[in-house]
């Protein structure tokens, strides 16, 4: 008798890598017969695994390998998962029980940072483990109950295959932020949101080292600027503004203090307002972490995160016309 397949795992790769080789037994070890799994890497390997196919796609992006399975994939549930990420042993039960309502469309939940992660790797995922930081804490840990968004990361991310091929997939000329798309066209074209699940939990190996980490934010904070004005219904958000706000502050009113004491009070005041949201957000980490030096450290990531997002998502609402994101 054969197994029917209810949830495809789709993994779209530059290559097979070790993040891979450690994902896919993860993903075997869940309970149940009743999913596959699908690789999109540039160029399949021999390598081969139980209930997993490898497909060859050339070198496109992630959004268009995502794509595919609207092609390749026989379960009736898409689960987009990344190849540096990996789901909870309960990952499938909850998933099911959501799903179990027929009028979920989608559903998403947190991507938590692994202990096995190296220190810096640690300190990158504790920077989004405030509201001060991160905006949205709910993205990266257990946070609040089941409550439906229009937005959320394709690293924990399931869809409906009819629903999704119904909406074309996700555009790919968006990187990241394919995501984003996807959550404005399931709430325009389909009245639809997705299903916050706090239950629902990947683990998510981070980048290690300020550079790396910049350079995802600030990829983060250019598309979320250019969103905000493009996809208004989903990306503008008064959150998606503070870090912005926060820079400009700093420039202007560090201008505006020398010529006015009273600038310079107020000034002075703002500062003294962020750094009391900064001890804020140190205990929130501190709560999660049990680390005083990821701690810390997080907090110096905090300050870097917001002075580099907030330039670049100012670069996308307002400089930027057309947005062609790039494979990093």
Known sequence: MTTMIKCSFV?????????VRGLIPRILLLEGNS???I???????????EKTRQITTGSVGPAQKRNLAIRDAK???????????????DFLDVLKKDFEDEN???????????????????????????SLSSGFPERYRPY?????????????????????????????????????????DLLVKKNAKILYDPELIVYHHRREGIVKHVKQISAYGLHRGFFAKRFSATS????????????????????LSYFSKIFLELYILGWIIYFVALLNAFYDIYRHEKNILVTLAASYYIFLTHIFYGLRFLQGLIFVRNLKSKLR
């Open 11 to 19: 993994i779209p790769v530059k290559e097979i890598n070790d993040y």
């Open 104 to 130: 979920i469309v989608a559903v998403g939940g947190p991507a938590m940072t692994p202990k096995e992660n190296k220190f810096w790797q640690r300190v990158s995922g504790a920077t989004f483990l405030s």
């Open 35 to 37: 999913f596959e799994i």
């Open 144 to 184: 609040g109950k089941k409550k439906f968004v229009a937005d959320w990361p394709t690293v924990n991310l399931s869809i409906r295959k009819k629903a999704f091929e119904e909406l074309g997939g996700f555009v790919g000329d968006y990187w990241p932020g394919e995501d984003t798309k996807l959550g404005f």
């Open 75 to 89: 379960g009736e549930i898409l689960v987009f998962i990344d190849d540096d990420a990996f789901p909870k042993d």
């Open 236 to 255: 503008l958000n008064w959150r998606y503004f503070m870090p912005s706000l926060f820079v400009l502050f700093i420039i202007f009113g560090g201008i």
């Open 39 to 49: 690789i999109y890497p540039d160029s399949a390997t021999d390598e081969v695994w």
